[in-house]
T-cell receptor, first 118, second 111 residues
Framework: ETGVTQTPRHLVMGMTNKKSLKCEQH?????MYWYKQSAKKPLELMFV???????ENNSVPSRFSPECPNSSHLFLHLHTLQPEDSALYLC?????????????????FGSGTQLSVL | GQNIDQPTEMTATEGAIVQINCTYQ??????LFWYQQHAGEAPTFLSY????GLEEKGRFSSFLSRSKGYSYLLLKELQMKDSASYLC????????????FGQGTELSVKP
């Protein structure tokens, strides 16, 4: 148990569906992340929320829409996805610390949502 | 930009020692992490290096050479449960402190 909980664990959806992934962290962290993990590819950072403000969007398609209502909860809203979006979506959290610049402490990951788009 | 390379797959024998290498290129270095990920599970933190040298933690050790852009993870007295994917990740200043991951090394431990 890492203190980061993701639901659902598995999701199958059609290309016209709308669904949402949920993440909750119980660690008191102030930064949360969405990562995409495709087979044989590196973990790809999608979104970062630090202090409830989105600070980065790595050119992710608009069919992915994040929402962070507070420092403990993070959502990823999915709309009109493509089959190539099938992957493991991982949520993570960290404690955002400043020290002569900006950096993040180590990440704590959830178990992920295995998404299949048909 | 940043580039991280590590072998895709490795196989080792139970009780043996294995070294997983990671090379990186980054225009601003602020730490290297190793994570372990079992199939279907969350990646979990193994080690962190920001200065040159060896960090030891039980059966696992991690080494860093910043001048060479090189790290390795050393696993001793291998156990079957060590079969997993090992992810190398680098934090660079030019990425705002965000971690960039390699593709991972799938380690299979055989009896």
């Amino acid at each position: 148990e890492t203190g980061v909980t993701q639901t659902p664990r598995h999701l199958v959806m059609g290309m016209t569906n709308k669904k949402s992934l949920k993440c909750e962290q119980h660690l008191g962290h102030n930064a949360m992340y969405w990562y995409k993990q495709s087979a044989k590819k590196p973990l790809e950072l999608m979104f970062v929320y630090s202090l409830e403000e989105r600070v980065e969007n790595n050119s992710v398609p608009s069919r992915f829409s994040p929402e962070c209502p507070n420092s403990s909860h993070l959502f990823l809203h999915l709309h009109t996805l493509q089959p190539e979006d099938s992957a493991l979506y991982l949520c993570a959290s960290s404690q955002d610390l400043w020290d002569r610049g900006r950096y993040h402490e180590k990440l704590f990951f959830g178990s992920g949502t295995q998404l299949s788009v048909l | 930009g940043q580039n991280i390379d590590q072998p895709t797959e490795m196989t080792a024998t139970e009780g043996a020692i294995v070294q997983i290498n990671c090379t990186y290129q980054t225009s601003g270095f602020n730490g290297l992490f190793w994570y372990q990920q079992h199939a279907g599970e969350a990646p979990t933190f193994l080690s962190y290096n920001v200065l040159d040298g060896l960090e030891e933690k039980g059966r696992f050790s991690s080494f860093l050479s910043r001048s060479k852009g090189y790290s390795y993870l050393l696993l001793k007295e291998l156990q079957m449960k060590d079969s997993a994917s090992y992810l190398c990740a680098v934090r660079g200043w030019n990425q705002g402190g965000k971690l960039i991951f390699g593709q991972g090394t799938e380690l299979s431990v055989k009896p």
